[in-house]
Antibody, heavy 117, light 108 residues
Framework: QVQLQESGPGLVKPSETLSLTCTVS????????WSWIRQSPGKGLEWIGYVYYTGVVNYNPSFTSRLTISLDRPKNQFTLKLRSVTAADAAIYFCARDYRGEYFDSWGQGSLVTVSS | SYVLTQPPSVSVAPGQTATLTCGGDNIGSKRVNWYQQKPGQAPVVVIYNDGERPSGVPERFSGFNVRDPATLTISGVEAGDEADYYC???????????FGSGTKLIVL
């Protein structure tokens, strides 16, 4: 059974770059989509973007100008980089497998990111 | 962009049936997924493609999507069903994944 695990700093300073990595184990990267989803404190889920196993990406328009999602196939990892963060970017960040682009069938446990100087 | 509307909360007594709704423009033309999220945990899909149930999800969970709104029905509600439930669709025109605002199911 595939497992996903987020990793990265739990604290980021305002205006800096938030970087998280999701490591996939127990299953292949292909032929899936791999997404990042976040949840602000006490709020709902917000899809951030995906990277396809081919490296093709698609982003939520709300993040396009400051977002990069990339894939490292040899390492079975994909990475989120969100630039110029503000307090509004504080959230739990989940990585998830996007099964055939239809639904999210596997999720990481989530990584809490705080934005503070 | 496409908006999914869910009521903030639904209350139901144990053993009764809970019906959660998810409204959206022409939602019947989309495939709706439903996720259950308990406090401190990641979401888990309970219904996908309108009415398909992943293995391990009790038959008490069912989904229906022919016209607005789409519905998730939980029959014989148990205390353990208390959670937040999110609907989600794929917006084909932009290839975005859209979530509803979520409904907190309260078991009285």
């Amino acid at each position: 059974q595939v497992q996903l695990q987020e990793s990265g700093p739990g604290l980021v300073k305002p205006s800096e770059t938030l970087s998280l990595t999701c490591t996939v184990s127990g299953g292949p990267i292909q032929p899936y989509y791999w997404s990042w989803i976040r949840q602000s404190p006490g709020k709902g889920l917000e899809w951030i973007g995906y990277v396809y196993y081919t490296g093709v990406v698609n982003y939520n328009p709300s993040f396009t100008s400051r977002l990069t999602i990339s894939l490292d196939r040899p390492k079975n990892q994909f990475t989120l980089k969100l630039r110029s963060v503000t307090a509004a970017d504080a959230a739990i960040y989940f990585c998830a497998r996007d099964y055939r682009g239809e639904y999210f069938d596997s999720w990481g446990q989530g990584s809490l990111v705080t934005v503070s100087s | 962009s496409y908006v999914l509307t869910q009521p903030p909360s639904v209350s139901v007594a144990p053993g009764q049936t809970a019906t959660l709704t998810c409204g959206g423009d022409n939602i019947g033309s989309k495939r709706v997924n439903w996720y259950q999220q308990k406090p401190g945990q990641a979401p888990v899909v309970v219904i996908y493609n309108d009415g398909e149930r992943p293995s391990g999800v009790p038959e008490r969970f069912s989904g229906f999507n022919v016209r607005d709104p789409a519905t998730l029905t939980i029959s014989g509600v148990e205390a353990g069903d208390e959670a937040d439930y999110y609907c989600q669709v794929w917006q084909s025109s932009t290839d975005e994944r859209i979530f509803g605002s979520g409904t907190k199911l309260i078991v009285l």
